[in-house]
């Protein structure tokens, strides 16, 4: 089956950013769009949703608010048209659970119609005529532009992969819901939110009682977010068209210093964990070991006769150390790589000295192809754009980015906010 229909833009995979993507070229009449998603209905990390899970964003911060307020889709539209607005706002809260935008962007989802298409796994793209010839399973679509929100893969270091299963698992794994840790000794690996998010639940017995919890981290502690106001100016757009005009070379770095900007731990959720674990440790006198390592690498790991032998690296002992495990949760976050279905352009896409792609300031790639069919990425130019590039914080502004650059004129107002409180100089 193929369909005879050229859009101006096709969307491959529909996660929160192109979610926010199609939700502002729904309001724009130039911009004839379609969102192809392999999953059945949209899901958001849902192994990840713990009861006790929060965003780190203003609940201001959704698909659409920050450059198009009076969208339909808003989060505040979300709560009056499903009838919780002021039950939501006597709550209180700037935040949200994650397991609440989830159903926000499902709503937004299912809203959207037929501008998305559930249910259709892209094989390849490739590009013919000045158009782009998308292949799903279902049919074949053409599109002047493209744009990939295809989400990464998990990150697992090299030691675990051999044996990753029911009892090796990266933490955004069908198994973390089915895990059984009742009598078990536990490691968690990871120290960022989603590690202690993990550790925690494990504590409160999610799964079953632990024999013994242990996190390991790479970090100094489980270190919060950075999150003052000086701090969020580089989730503004003023702070990422600065950054953007500087030399690569200067990016790097840049990025790494703001590490706990965007990948901290949540102060109030660390403050709760530090409560449990006295409480735990100290009143209810539990004799389990229940440990935080940090300063860890995990760099072995073998199977024993009734466990797995694991040796960390003690980078403040400088020494190795020995442990084993039941289970191993890898909350070691996540990894990018060109996806699969970009095979067949590859060799039209050029890349940095790093691997990386090579990014234009409207979020499209740079490559040999016509100028007015563009490749438009998601959440991989973390060091053209900046640290927020893979948080929610920008997706608006970034989405009406996008729809600008289509339209050649400023459909929505990208331009027009005041300049940040910290002044780096003139480009």
Same mark, same amino acid.
């Given at each position: 089956?193929?369909?005879?229909?050229?859009?101006?833009?096709?969307?491959?995979?529909?996660?929160?950013?192109?979610?926010?993507?199609?939700?502002?070229?729904?309001?724009?009449?130039?911009?004839?769009? *379609?969102?192809?998603?392999?999953?059945?209905?949209?899901?958001?990390?849902?192994?990840?949703?713990?009861?006790?899970? @929060?965003?780190?964003?203003?609940?201001?911060?959704? *698909?659409?608010?920050?450059?198009?307020?009076?969208?339909?889709?808003?989060?505040?539209?979300?709560?009056?048209?499903?009838?919780?607005? @002021?039950?939501?706002?006597?709550?209180?809260?700037?935040?949200?659970?994650?397991?609440?935008?989830? &159903?926000?962007?499902?709503?937004?989802?299912?809203?959207?119609?037929?501008?998305?298409?559930?249910?259709?796994?892209?094989?390849?793209?490739?590009?013919?005529?000045?158009?782009?010839?998308?292949?799903?399973?279902?049919?074949?679509?053409?599109?002047?532009?493209?744009?990939?929100?295809?989400?990464?893969?998990?990150?697992?270091?090299?030691?675990?992969?051999?044996?990753?299963?029911?009892?090796?698992?990266?933490?955004?794994?069908?198994?973390?819901?089915?895990?059984?840790?009742?009598?078990?000794?536990?490691?968690? &690996?990871?120290?960022?939110? =989603?590690?202690?998010?993990?550790?925690?639940?494990?504590?409160?017995?999610?799964?079953?009682?632990?024999?013994?919890?242990?996190?390991? =981290? =790479?970090?100094?502690?489980?270190?919060?977010?950075?999150?003052?106001?000086? =701090?969020?100016?580089?989730?503004?757009?003023?702070?990422?068209?600065?950054?953007?005009?500087?030399?690569?070379?200067?990016?790097?770095?840049?990025?790494?210093?703001?590490?706990?900007?965007?990948?901290?731990?949540?102060?109030?959720?660390?403050?709760?964990?530090?409560?449990?674990? @006295?409480?735990?440790?100290?009143?209810?006198?539990?004799?389990?070991?229940?440990?935080?390592?940090?300063?860890?690498?995990?760099?072995?790991?073998?199977?024993?006769?009734?466990?797995?032998?694991?040796?960390?690296?003690?980078?403040?002992?400088?020494?190795?150390?020995?442990?084993?495990?039941?289970?191993?949760?890898?909350?070691?976050?996540?990894?990018?790589?060109?996806?699969?279905?970009?095979?067949? *352009?590859?060799?039209?896409?050029?890349?940095?000295?790093?691997?990386?792609?090579?990014?234009?300031?409207?979020?499209?790639?740079?490559?040999?192809?016509?100028?007015?069919?563009?490749?438009?990425?998601?959440?991989?130019?973390? @060091?053209?754009?900046?640290?927020?590039?893979?948080?929610?914080? *920008?997706?608006?502004?970034?989405?009406?980015?996008?729809?600008?650059?289509?339209?050649?004129?400023?459909?929505?107002?990208?331009?027009?906010?005041?300049?940040?409180?910290?002044?780096?100089?003139?480009?």
């Amino acid at each position: 089956m193929s369909t005879e229909k050229i859009y101006d833009l096709i969307g491959i995979g529909v996660g929160p950013f192109n979610l926010s993507l199609a939700a502002h070229s729904s309001q724009v009449d130039k911009v004839d769009s *379609l969102f192809l998603e392999q999953k059945p209905s949209f899901e958001w990390h849902r192994e990840l949703i713990f009861q006790d899970s @929060y965003m780190q964003t203003s609940f201001l911060k959704d *698909l659409v608010t920050g450059s198009d307020p009076t969208n339909p889709y808003t989060f505040l539209n979300y709560l009056v048209k499903n009838g919780l607005f @002021y039950s939501f706002m006597n709550t209180g809260r700037k935040s949200i659970t994650r397991k609440e935008f989830e &159903v926000y962007c499902r709503w937004v989802a299912e809203s959207l119609g037929d501008k998305i298409a559930f249910g259709n796994k892209v094989n390849n793209i490739t590009h013919k005529n000045n158009l782009f010839v998308i292949e799903t399973n279902k049919a074949v679509f053409t599109a002047k532009n493209i744009c990939l929100g295809t989400g990464l893969i998990p990150s697992v270091p090299k030691c675990a992969r051999d044996f990753i299963g029911d009892e090796v698992f990266h933490a955004k794994s069908k198994q973390l819901a089915t895990v059984n840790l009742e009598g078990k000794n536990l490691v968690v &690996v990871g120290g960022g939110q =989603t590690g202690v998010e993990v550790f925690r639940n494990a504590l409160n017995e999610k799964w079953g009682r632990p024999n013994s919890i242990k996190l390991i =981290t =790479t970090r100094a502690n489980l270190e919060p977010l950075e999150a003052s106001p000086f =701090t969020d100016e580089y989730f503004t757009p003023g702070y990422v068209k600065q950054f953007f005009s500087l030399k690569n070379d200067k990016k790097e770095s840049i990025v790494n210093y703001q590490l706990l900007a965007s990948d901290g731990n949540t102060p109030e959720y660390l403050e709760e964990l530090y409560n449990e674990l @006295y409480l735990v440790k100290n009143i209810h006198r539990d004799e389990r070991k229940i440990e935080i390592l940090p300063y860890r690498w995990l760099d072995k790991v073998e199977k024993g006769e009734n466990s797995y032998q694991l040796t960390y690296r003690n980078d403040f002992r400088d020494r190795l150390e020995s442990d084993e495990a039941d289970v191993i949760i890898l909350a070691t976050g996540f990894q990018k790589r060109t996806p699969p279905i970009l095979d067949l *352009l590859e060799e039209h896409i050029p890349l940095c000295e790093k691997g990386r792609f090579i990014f234009n300031k409207d979020y499209s790639l740079k490559w040999d192809g016509e100028e007015t069919n563009k490749i438009f990425a998601f959440n991989f130019s973390r @060091y053209g754009h900046g640290i927020s590039e893979p948080q929610l914080s *920008l997706m608006a502004w970034r989405s009406a980015n996008v729809i600008n650059s289509l339209c050649e004129e400023e459909v929505y107002p990208t331009n027009s906010f005041k300049p940040n409180f910290i002044d780096y100089g003139e480009e």
